[in-house]
């Protein structure tokens, strides 16, 4: 979550609730968007001096608005530049399935289709932001930064393709697996 707020940050200085905004709208699938995990990652990022805030009062409320500090750029660009790390895939969905013989078999169709309905919720809205990303142009210039903003676009819509695909993958699995029980009658 760290590196996630500090990337954003890096884009233009943000509230936490636009952070959690941002992460809801398409970082979901890399790490959890809850308001306790987002300010456990600030109040460890204050304390490292990585980022810092200023209050302003809007429409009479108190907003911190939080920006990266050049130690912050530092240890993202420190962290973007090295090598990728294989990391432990976990999928907690997959241990239900595991036990799922242990589950009454007329609910077992049913759970399958509630979770295959989310599924596609969520490769639905991946959807929308790989679509809304093929319309955008991006400006040369980014509060006041030159960055190579065409090749941040690039990357950031791969990882929604990522996520798309990777929701295409296990809805058609989910689907089998439905299709492989239901054939297989009340035993299944």
Known sequence: MDHIILGLLLLQDRTIYQLRDRINKGLHLMYS?????????IKKLLGNG??????????????KI???TDDGKAHFLEWI????????????????????????PENRAGLLEKYLNHLRDQ???????????????A????E???LE???????????????????KFQIEWYENLLQEITDAGPAK
């Open 50 to 63: 990585y980022i810092s805030f200023h209050e302003v009062v809007e429409n009479g409320k108190h907003k």
């Open 149 to 167: 903003y065409e090749s941040i676009l690039f990357y950031q819509i791969a990882a929604a393709r990522y996520g798309k695909d990777l929701m």
């Open 123 to 137: 490769y639905h809205a991946l959807s929308m932001i790989c679509e809304d990303a093929d319309k955008m142009t």
């Open 144 to 146: 006041g930064i030159l």
């Open 81 to 104: 530049n090295a090598p990728i790390e294989s990391q432990n895939i976990k999928n907690p969905e997959l241990a239900k399935i595991y036990f799922f013989g242990f589950s009454a």
């Open 33 to 41: 968007s809850s308001m306790g995990s987002i300010q456990a990652a």
């Open 139 to 142: 400006p040369k210039e980014c």
């Open 66 to 68: 939080y920006s990266l």
